[in-house]
């Protein structure tokens, strides 16, 4: 699965310039994989790290970032919640929903 952030929902580039310009200090391509890297640390668990790869495109002029996530052998909570894609939907799986969708993975 890939995520382009810097690319609105309708495909048209936007870039990070707004996203950098929150970051202080280090307001650029280092700063921000870095702020990403610490909300994956923080929010997701166990911490995805074989399971993502972060990269930087520069696209009609914007820089764009391109977080590609290949499927890992667990499954990974945010914030101790465990979501999964429903055709082009993401749900929070709770109560029996989440003990079927376990169990059916052998977790």
């Known amino acids: 699965m890939t995520l382009l952030l810097g690319v609105s929902y309708a495909g048209e580039v936007v870039g990070l310039d707004g996203d950098f310009g929150m970051l202080g200090e ?3 391509r280092d ?3 870095n702020k990403l890297w610490d909300l994956m640390k923080s ?3 166990p ?3 074989g399971e993502v790869k972060v990269g930087f ?3 009609e002029g914007k820089m764009v970032c391109r977080v590609s ?3 890992g052998g667990v499954p990974h909570y945010l914030d101790k ?7 082009n939907s993401t749900e929070e799986l709770a109560g029996p929903d989440l003990q079927d969708w376990l169990g059916k993975r052998g977790v």
């Open 26 to 28: 280090k307001a650029n």
């Open 31 to 33: 700063g921000f994989e």
């Open 43 to 45: 929010r997701i668990h």
């Open 47 to 49: 911490i995805p790290t």
């Open 57 to 59: 495109e520069d696209v």
């Open 69 to 71: 996530v290949r499927r």
């Open 81 to 87: 919640r465990l979501y999964v894609r429903l055709g």
